[in-house]
């Protein structure tokens, strides 16, 4: 064997073991690449779904008319809260013990507007006293439009000459209406009056 064999294998050795540390070092490397790579992905797929959840939870642009909805209602909490006579709140129960009934007896009497065709004037009852009763009932009706209110006052009486003589010239308020309407009683009972001065 010739002389120089032996450094050779002593090369090819520290070749062989610096290679195979080159390969640990490259696996390392590879591995702690690998890693942070999956940890950035991961963090990139729970950011994306924090994105699409928080975009779900936007909701769709219907969810603008209930949240309108639920400012009135803490609105008209707060004045309610604000009007309340000093230190008359002490505490948890006594606030909900004064919120509650206040706030059902409100949600009890307010009623649909499409109700306002259900009223109608008694047999018997007044035209006067008719006039009053539709007041107070359409006065629970929120968001009940004018020409609604109109509508359902000229078919709920059952005075024929009364509704033909508001449909010659149909008003264009309820005030007006109720001006009309009490004209045309006044005007009946001045030629009731008449007939029966000529009677007697």
Known sequence: MDSTDP???????????ASRGDRDRGREGFRSTRESYGDSSSHSYRDEGRRHNTKRR??????SMSSNSGNEKDRAARVW?????PESIDGYKDMKA???PYFMQQKKYVKDPVEIHNIK??????????????K?????????????RISGFMHAINNPELTKHLNERVPKTME??????TAFIRGEA???SKKKGHVT
Do not use: W, Y
């Not at 004037?121 to 539709?134: A, S, V, Y």
């Not at 107070?136 to 609604?148: F, H, S, V």
């Not at 007006?176 to 309407?181: G, L, N």
């Open 176 to 181: 007006e209406m109720m001006i009309a309407t």
């Open 58 to 63: 936007d909701g769709p642009p219907s969810s």
């Open 98 to 100: 004064a919120f509650l």
């Open 7 to 17: 450094p050779r294998s002593k090369n090819h050795v520290r070749t062989l073991s």
């Open 121 to 134: 004037q008694l047999d018997g009852e007044t035209i006067e006293d008719f006039m009053e009763c539709f």
């Open 81 to 85: 809260f604000d009007e309340l006579p």
């Open 136 to 148: 107070i009932e359409t006065g629970r009706m929120k968001g009940a439009p004018e020409c609604m």
């Open 190 to 192: 001045a030629t009731a």
